[in-house]
């Protein structure tokens, strides 16, 4: 599901990606809205988006709208474990500096998949050129999946090991 998401034209930002894996890890799991993020289409992505033309990931256009959006998840996520006032400042902060540290690239990201849809559009292209851009965006989703799970381990390592169960049945009763 967030493979779909993160693939559905390179829009859904990494910060947010980390925000809603963290609160769909603590939906129910039969639950509607997880119901509705599993069918949603392309186009309804597209929508939530905001205002018609706006680039990039949900919010991309409106940082309020985007900051909102990742806070009430990062809520979402303390209720569900019983996160500390200490936790919280804790791993607020570290999702708002991780947020800031990769928006140059997320931009070099979607900047990039755009070029290479220009490549793959123009008739002249050759097959090489297409395989080293996609190599080129290959590395650099690699580097934002590498920072993505370094934030995760170090919001786990300031979870207690009952919160660390409760992450794990999540994860599970997802699976």
Known sequence: MLAQLRNSKGKIAGALVLALTMGYL???????????LYAATDEEIAG?????????????????????LIKHMQKRFFKRIGATEEQKEKIGAL???????????REELRKGLESFAT????????EQAIRDKA??????????????????????????????????KRIKAIL
């Not at 999702?95 to 690239?105: F, M, S, Y």
């Not at 490549?119 to 050759?126: A, D, F, H, M, V």
């Not at 934030?151 to 300031?158: K, N, Q, V």
């Open 119 to 126: 490549l793959i559009s123009s008739p002249g292209t050759n």
């Open 95 to 105: 999702i708002d500096k991780k947020v800031e540290a990769n928006q140059g690239k």
């Open 26 to 36: 603590f939906m129910p799991a039969e639950s509607e809205a997880k119901e509705k």
């Open 48 to 68: 939530a988006e905001g205002a018609e033309g706006a680039e990039g990931a949900p919010g991309q256009g409106d940082p309020e709208f985007r900051q909102a």
């Open 135 to 168: 190599l080129a965006l290959r590395k650099l989703r690699e580097s934002l999946m590498d920072d993505r799970l370094e934030t995760m381990l170090s919001i786990r390592a300031l979870l207690d090991d009952e919160q660390k169960a409760k992450l794990g």
